[in-house]
């Protein structure tokens, strides 16, 4: 399955119409890929404190369908992907009582912190995406057959 990450919205991810900020909505998925590091047993101190290696988002975009309120629910599924020796990038779907509210994406380049250049993705990084790329398509295959 890809991995899922239950968060429930609080007032402070609200603005002053009662709906989750828009550039919360990227907090909180940013949140869920650290829980997906976590689970996959990268040590997040180390991961997000490198001096040799770091891993910024070069390009995020949200799609909103539907507003999100204080005690909602939610549930976030990622599925990260390679797109080149240097990059990944992660599609989130938000999903509130079992609709979708929100899809996002955000692509990631591995840089060389001090030369600030690109560099090959680690391969601490590279296993974590082949971890989830083969739960995705186990989960993609099961519901192939429960669709038979």
């Known amino acids: 399955m890809p991995f899922t990450y239950n968060r429930t ?5 609200t603005d002053a119409a009662g709906v989750v900020y828009f550039a919360n909505v990227l907090s909180i998925c ?23 290696v770091a891993f910024p988002i070069v390009h995020a975009d949200v799609d909103f369908f539907r507003p999100m309120f204080c005690g909602d629910k939610l ?16 599609a989130y779907e938000v999903v509130v009582d079992d609709v979708m509210v929100a899809k996002a994406v955000t692509r ?5 912190v001090s030369s600030r250049s690109k560099r090959e ?3 601490e990084l590279m ?22």
């Not at 919205?9 to 991810?13: E, K, L, M, Q």
């Not at 971890?131 to 429960?146: G, K, L, Q, V």
Request: charge should be negative; hydrophobic fraction near 35%; charged fraction near 30%.
């Open 30 to 52: 940013h949140e869920a890929y650290e829980a997906s590091l976590e689970a996959s047993s990268i040590n997040m101190k180390d991961f997000f404190s490198s001096t040799s």
């Open 121 to 123: 993705l680690s391969g």
């Open 9 to 13: 919205v609080r007032f402070s991810d």
């Open 108 to 112: 990631h380049v591995c840089i060389e």
């Open 127 to 148: 296993r974590w995406l082949e971890t989830n790329r083969r739960d995705a398509e186990s989960a993609e295959r099961r519901r192939s057959r429960e669709a038979m």
């Open 75 to 90: 549930i976030i599924s990622l599925i990260p992907q390679k797109v080149g020796v240097d990059k990944f990038e992660i």
